[in-house]
Structure formats: C-alpha cells, structure tokens
C-alpha cells in the first residue's frame, strides 16, 4: 500500500548547460548575418559592399564567439569580446572593399583579440595565454611552408597551374585577411576551443580526427574554394595535412601560435597559386 499512497514525481528536465545555448545563439546570429549579407549583396551599389562585409564578419567573427564561448564556459565576457572583435571584422572587410589598401587592418585583429582576451586565464585550456617556445615557431613556420610549397610545386607540374603574384596589392590584401581572419578564426575555434576540449575528453587521436573533419567541412562550404574538380580534391588532401599538423603542434608545443603560423605561411603560398 505503501506505492499507492507514495506521492507522484515527475523527473526534473535538466536545463541546458550555458553553453549549448550560446552556442546555438550563435550560430542562429551567423546564419542570420549570413542571410542579412547575402540579401545586401542582391541589392547591388554600396548595398553589395555592405553585404560582403557583413557576411564575412558573421562568418569569421561567429567562429571567435564560438570558441570564445566553449573556452570561458557560456561567461558573459565571451559576448561583450565577442561583440568588439566582431565589430572589428565588419570594419575591415568594408575597409577592404571600400579602399585599395583597406584589408591592411585585418593585420589589427590578431592584437585585438590578444588585448580582449588578456585577463582571462581560463583560455590557457585552448593555448591562447601559453608562451610558446621559439623553436615550435619556428616549427610551425616550416611546416605551412613546407606544405605551402609542395601544393605550388604539385599544382604547378601536375595540372600547368601557373605561380605568380599578378598583383602586390591583391596578393598583401589576401594574405591580410588570413592573418586577421582566415586563419585566425579557424584556429580559435577548431585547434584551440574545439580540439582542446575533446582532447581533455577523448585523447589526441579522437580529438584530432574530429576537429580536421570540421575544419574541412569549413573550408568546403567556402564559395572562394576553386570549384574544379582536381583543386577540390587536392583541397582535402592539403587542408586535412595542415589541420592535423596543426593539431600535433598545438599538442606538442601547448600553444596556439605554431599553428597558426602554419596556417599563414600555407595560406601565403596558396595565394600565389593562379587557377584557371
């Protein structure tokens, strides 16, 4: 008799963690500036620039958020930094396409987000606040090159694609961006938030495997990706070697900076590169 008279008791629902719903709040914003920008971008005249330089900041500057997010665990302070370096990004994308030197201030942003993100010691868990050891730059630096170089050479002799900086200032703005944007969201988000959390969870292996896979998934959905066949092909082949170099020097040296620097010195080559 005692379970008849027992009162009732629905099982508690958990609430959602923080950070899954800063995640999703962020990715709701990106795809939403996406929209907004692409929307701009129909509208033609200054609408078109406005667009480009929207979508691009929501791309880039949700992929800061996003690790800023899971690095300090869903914390006020990852919005209000996300909100500034963000800022930061649609100034300079309209900046460069406004102005024929304007994607100079992207070369600003790896210091901004340094200086924003000074005071919190938690994003040692991602490497942003380990000093990293000369000698892993200067590893970082070789590996991008070496990889950077090989796609030239590769590119060069097995499909007559041509190696030339047809115009500096071209060339100074692409490799701009991947200083300021490019290379330093994929970064943040996939070998310091992303791989940093599920190695702490699933060992280096696993970590890796899966952080390259989103880091591919990333660079496949970018419309700058060339669309022949053999460049998409050879696209994976070359963006899956830096990603887990990547994640090997992040693991290695237990900063992000080698890495990083991979990613630039691989991403100064490719724009070298002419397809066609």
Not at 56 to 67: D, E, K, M, S
Not at 80 to 86: F, G, K, N, P, Y
Not at 222 to 228: E, G, I, V, Y
Request: proline share 5%; net charge positive.
């Amino acid at each position: 008799m005692d379970l008849l008279t027992a009162p009732f008791e629905v099982e508690r629902r958990r609430r959602p963690t923080p950070v899954i719903g800063a995640l999703c709040l962020v990715g709701a914003l990106m795809l939403g500036g996406v929209a907004g920008g692409q929307w701009l971008e129909r509208q033609g005249g200054l609408g078109r620039e406005l667009g480009l330089a929207i979508e691009g900041a929501a791309i880039h500057g949700g992929f800061i958020a996003q690790g800023l997010v899971i690095a300090l665990a869903g914390r006020s302070a990852s919005a209000a930094i996300a909100l500034r370096v963000t800022g930061a990004l649609l100034a300079a994308f309209l900046l460069g396409h406004l102005l024929p030197w304007g994607s100079l201030t992207f070369l600003l942003l790896p210091p901004l987000l340094a200086h924003e993100c000074r005071g919190h010691p938690m994003l040692q868990r991602i490497g942003f606040l380990a000093p990293p050891r000369p000698v892993s730059l200067l590893v970082g630096l070789a590996v991008g090159a070496f990889l950077g170089g090989h796609l030239l050479v590769t590119s060069s002799l097995s499909f007559g694609y041509a190696i030339a900086v047809v115009s500096v200032g071209a060339y100074a703005s692409a490799v701009a961006y991947d200083i300021g944007a490019n290379a330093l969201s994929a970064e943040w988000l996939f070998r310091g938030a992303l791989f940093s959390h599920w190695w702490r969870h699933w060992g280096f292996w696993g970590a890796a495997a899966v952080s390259t896979a989103f880091t591919l998934v990333r660079y496949l959905l970018d419309p700058a990706l060339p669309q022949a066949p053999e460049a998409r092909t050879g696209a994976i082949v070359y963006l899956a070697a830096l990603a887990l170099g990547g994640a090997v020097l992040r693991a290695w040296s237990g900063s992000l900076l080698p890495g990083y620097l991979a990613s630039v010195a691989f991403f100064a080559a490719y724009r070298a590169l002419v397809v066609g």
